[in-house]
């Protein structure tokens, strides 16, 4: 066997393989990923002339392992079977890994032992707890034949030992992080060379120690509340690593996570290169920045690429309108029982009527889903789909009502996850039966095979953090479709591009499903999701601070925000109350529920799930006809983003009105299910005439100077 097998099965194992030399490559090591000793590649691999297979690991893995690890035995690299691969250098012999079992009194002794074995070390970067003192060293020499990184970690009970620091971990410079600025967005960084690279640049930057497989091994909640940009490595790894600390620091909390490739605006960046390999070239890698750029510089012009905002124009200029005052959500539109339950649940929990009314609307689109649409005419066909965003202050109760509100839906769900935990039992009962008589089938044939069992679908109503990717999985499986709900809708806009190259590239997939349009995914391992119909409404509780930066990017320009319905509602001065939400309201709102969710699809001539299509009375119809004509005349005086949002509220009587006259069938009003009436249609252009002077005040306040929505 010759190198060609260990480098397909290094490829295979996703080790990047990478020609250094003639007949020497370079990749990473299968069994060192993660251990906190290195982040680049650090397995070495040649091919003598008699055709023998060498392998090193530089940080001391043992060869056998190694081996191993990729399927062969030590005598698959010999042309002649016999075992005689070259073995560990001295620096990585066994007594080099007795190191990792001595406790040391001091860091000085710990650093002095590996001094004495490798030489003074080239570079050393100290991880400090959140009071400032040292938990662990990572160490680099720079030889001829590779790096060598060892780190070193103050253990828990006293001492130091040459090993990785236990989990978790403290990011690099912590102290640094914890006092600056909480507005200022935090660059994370590949190793610790680079992060030194960007605090060059006037950066706040961080990173995690034990290479590109360890990021899950460090504490990440000091990033709570902030912007985050990732810089990853020009590299496969690199773009793992950052995939994973998105992830890793959505979940903390991280209001917003921006993977920036800085190998798209530097075409001369080297494979594997970074923050510092632009730094250590006289043009920047061909960064788009003058030879007398500074530093700072480079710093400003990364910060650039992860904020690139449009301009936005004054609207309180193009208009020339006053902003208008808070105007109370007209409860009186909303259909029973969610006007008493709305109103009730308002008083409990001490907050404005609005939040609790626009958010049971959203949930009740998304309870009717895929399940039904409403022609306007011949080709307008509404789908029942609602976006809402709440603005709401931190500390504004935004948990409790979307806990009041979400509550049916996350019970449905609950309910689903147990009856797939059951199916999924038995499917694996009888697939383990099928796989049984498949191979008695095979001994013996005669009979006709055996039927594979078909694998249970996961029903699902609600998604909370998820990506594109998923989302297009979800309704491949639920042409019904289902809620993205959560009480940080930050966060989902923060989550765009994670795991994109392309900016831009999920946005452009969720516009289309405002509309439940299909939806096509092309994964990068090649594999292509599709969906036919995208059902997914969205209901959000968002900062207004956080709203008004949102509103200054990107999504402005590409009308992803004036999809959503809007409300700021006024704080309610709390007064003691033992106003609680009754079984008697609450249980009808429940019942409600379950009819809309148990409304059956219709199927097309191959068998395809599609929608029952509902229709507009002659009275509902004319109505209908009024608000359109008077609303565009209405868009005829605007310009710019109050305009564009407006342009979406042309459809929305259509969606309130369908969902307002199922909520009746399903309260068992007696109403015809598939011909919206005139009450419902009335109804629905009331709420969306609040609607609109809400978007007109939020948006005035917005584009005026004088800050996001008021709250109090």
Known sequence: ????????????????????????????????????????????????????????????????????????????????????????????????????????????????????????????????????????????????????????????????????????????????????????????????????????????????????????????????????????????????????????????????????????????????????????????????????????????????????????????EADGQPIPDWQPFPLDALPEPFRSFSRQAAEALQVDPASVALGLLTVGASAIGGSRRLAAKDGWHAPSILWTAILQPSGNLKSPVSRTIFRWTKERQERLFRQYREQRQQYEANLEEYERQRREWLREGGSPPPEKPREPIHHRVWVQNITIEKVAVLLAENPRGFLLATDELGGWFGSFDRYARTRGADVNHWLPLYNGEAVLVDKKSGETIYAPHGYVSILGYIVPETFQRICQGQYLENGLVQRFLLASPPPVIKQWTETVVSDSISQPVGEVFDRLYELELASTEDGNATYHLMRLAEEAKAKCVQFYNDHNLELANLTGPLQAAYKKLEEIPLRLAMVIHLIRWANREGVDPDVVDWESMTAAITITQWQKHETARIYRLLFSGGGPPPTG
């Not at 991880?127 to 662990?136: E, F, N, T, V, W």
């Open 1 to 316: 066997m010759g190198i060609a097998h260990v480098l397909t099965a290094l490829a295979r194992a996703k080790c990047s393989p990478k020609q250094t030399g003639l007949n020497r490559w370079m990749a990473l090591c299968p069994i060192h990923e993660g251990d906190g000793y290195s982040h680049k590649p650090r397995l070495t691999r040649s091919e003598t002339p008699n055709g023998k297979v060498l392998v090193h690991c530089f940080a001391g893995c043992p060869t056998e392992a190694i081996v191993q690890a990729l399927g062969f035995t030590m005598a698959d690299l010999m042309p002649d079977g016999r075992s005689t691969v070259v073995k560990p250098r001295s620096n990585v012999s066994k007594q080099g890994e007795d190191l990792n079992e001595k406790i040391f009194t001091t860091q000085e002794e710990a650093l002095n032992e590996l001094q004495k074995k490798f030489g003074p070390f080239n570079h050393a970067w100290v991880y400090h707890d959140a009071c400032g003192s040292p938990k662990g060293w990572v160490l680099r020499w720079d030889r001829p034949d590779g790096k060598i990184i060892r780190p070193i970690s103050k253990k828990p009970g006293g001492g130091w030992t040459i090993t990785a620091m236990s989990e978790p971990r403290p990011l690099y410079r912590l102290p640094e992080l914890l006092k600056a600025d909480p507005q200022t967005p935090v660059i994370i960084c590949e190793g610790e060379q680079a992060a030194d690279a960007a605090v060059q640049c006037g950066l706040l930057a961080t990173t995690s120690s034990g290479g590109a497989q360890a990021a899950a091994k460090s504490d990440w909640t000091p990033l709570a509340g902030r912007e985050v940009i990732v810089l990853p490595d020009n590299e496969e790894a690199g773009q793992k690593y950052a995939e994973d600390v998105a992830r890793l620091a959505l979940e903390a909390g991280a209001t917003g996570v921006r993977i920036v490739h800085l190998a798209d605006y530097c075409p001369e960046l080297p494979n594997g290169g970074d923050l510092a390999d632009i730094l250590a070239d006289p043009a920047w890698c061909g960064a788009p920045l003058l030879a007398s750029a500074s530093l700072e510089d480079l710093g400003r012009w990364i910060l650039q690429l992860a904020a690139d905002p449009p301009a936005v124009e004054d609207l309180s």
